[in-house]
């Protein structure tokens, strides 16, 4: 997660552009993942690590609002797709005005 934020930002900075499409991607491996974890922890199969059990309803409510996030993300993904790609911004040299 780390390598990919600082990739980003020298990306930005080397030519100020910034790309969003490895940043969304993180965010639905992370979606995926915790989904993964809130189902294992309705199965009963993940020990209780003394912290208190959330109820039944509550995890529905973080399912439901996971998957509304990976959605979401998934939909941008796809915009950002659909959206015809920017040219690089031009450099201006001030010494080439007349």
């Known amino acids: 997660m780390l390598a990919q934020i600082v990739y980003t930002t020298l990306t930005y900075l080397r030519l100020?552009?910034?790309h969003v499409e490895p940043?969304?991607?993180v965010g639905i491996i992370a979606v995926v993942r915790r989904i993964l974890?809130?189902?294992?922890v309705m199965g009963g199969t993940l020990q209780s690590t003394g912290a208190p059990m959330l109820t039944f309803q509550?995890?529905?409510?973080?399912?439901?609002?996971?998957?509304?996030?990976a959605l979401v993300v998934a939909v941008?993904?796809?915009?950002l797709r659909l959206?015809?790609?920017l040219q690089p911004r031009a450099s201006v040299d001030?010494?080439?005005?007349p």
Not at 76 to 79: H, R, V
Not at 94 to 97: E, I, K, L, N, T
């Open 83 to 85: 959206r015809p790609a």
């Open 94 to 97: 001030p010494s080439d005005d």
């Open 16 to 18: 100020g552009q910034l």
């Open 37 to 40: 974890v809130v189902t294992t």
């Open 23 to 25: 940043v969304l991607v």
């Open 58 to 69: 509550e995890q529905l409510s973080e399912l439901a609002l996971l998957t509304v996030t």
């Open 76 to 79: 941008a993904m796809y915009l």
